[in-house]
C-alpha cells in the first residue's frame, strides 16, 4: 500500500486564521480523501479530491471553508479558512491505490 | 445517508479472552473494511470484504460479512495487549466506489 506523509503533525492557530494541511504520498494513486476525526471517535468525510478539478464535497461541508487542491496524483492539500473553536479536530487524509491508506493526521486546535 | 452501529461502544477484557465486535446497518454495501487506529495515529486497514457470507481470517482475527452485505463482525481470539486500540468499520455504499462511511469504532482496551 502507498505510503503518507501529512504535515503538520499538530498546530494551535489563533480564530480568524487559516492553515493548510498536506499530503504526500509515495505513488500514485487514483483518489484522496479528506476526514475529519473528533478524538475518540469516528471518521466524517470531509470531500474527495479531484486530480485537475474542483473536489467533491460532502453534505454540510463547504469550498469556501475547506478549499481543497489536488495538482497531481501524488499531493493534494486542505485548508480550513477562518478557523473557530469548533473547527478543533483531528484532520486525516486518505488515498486509494492497491489498498487504501490512511495519514497519521493533523490534530489541531483552536483558541 | 446509510447508518453504520458499531456494538459495543467500549470492551475491557483481560489477555487471552476472547471477544467480538459488531457492525450493523439497514442498507446494503458493495464493500466493508475494518481499521484499527491508536492514539496519535491514522486507522490501518485490517481487512476487505466484498462478497455475503465472506469469511476471512487474519492470524487471531477473523472478520465476516453478512449474507444480506448489511452486517460484519470482527472476531479476536486470545486477545493480546497489542490488540488494544480503535477498532472502525466502513462501508461502501452502491455506487459510490472509493468512498466510505465509518461507524462510531469500538475501543478495545486488552489488559496483561
Known amino acids: 500500500s502507498a505510503v503518507i506523509s501529512q504535515k503538520p503533525s499538530r498546530d494551535i492557530c489563533q480564530r480568524g486564521t487559516s492553515l493548510t494541511i498536506q499530503c504526500q504520498v509515495d505513488s500514485q494513486v487514483t483518489m484522496m480523501f479528506w476526514y475529519r476525526q473528533q478524538p475518540g471517535q469516528s471518521l466524517t468525510l470531509i470531500a474527495t479530491a479531484n486530480q485537475g478539478s474542483e473536489a467533491t464535497y460532502e453534505s454540510g461541508f463547504v469550498i469556501d471553508k475547506f478549499p481543497i487542491s489536488r495538482p497531481n496524483l501524488t499531493f493534494s492539500t486542505l485548508t480550513v479558512s477562518n478557523m473557530s473553536p469548533e473547527d478543533s479536530s483531528i484532520y486525516l487524509c486518505?488515498?486509494?491505490?492497491?489498498?487504501?491508506?490512511f495519514g497519521s493526521g493533523t490534530r489541531l486546535t483552536v483558541v | 445517508t446509510q447508518l453504520l452501529e458499531q456494538s459495543p461502544q467500549f470492551l475491557s477484557i483481560q489477555e487471552g479472552e476472547n471477544l467480538t465486535v459488531y457492525c450493523n446497518s439497514s442498507s446494503v454495501f458493495s464493500s466493508l473494511q475494518w481499521y484499527r487506529q491508536e492514539p496519535g495515529e491514522g486507522p490501518v486497514l485490517l481487512v476487505t470484504v466484498v462478497t455475503g457470507g465472506e469469511v476471512k481470517k487474519l492470524k487471531r482475527l477473523t472478520f465476516q460479512f453478512g449474507d444480506a452485505r448489511k452486517d460484519s463482525s470482527l472476531h479476536i481470539t486470545a486477545a493480546q495487549p497489542g490488540d488494544t486500540g480503535l477498532y472502525l468499520c466502513?462501508?461502501?455504499?452502491?455506487?459510490?466506489?472509493?468512498?466510505?462511511?465509518f461507524g462510531a469504532g469500538t475501543q478495545v482496551v486488552v489488559t496483561p
Open positions: 466502513a462501508g461502501s455504499p452502491p455506487d459510490s466506489w472509493g468512498k466510505f462511511q
Open positions: 486518505s488515498a486509494k491505490g492497491a489498498g487504501y491508506t
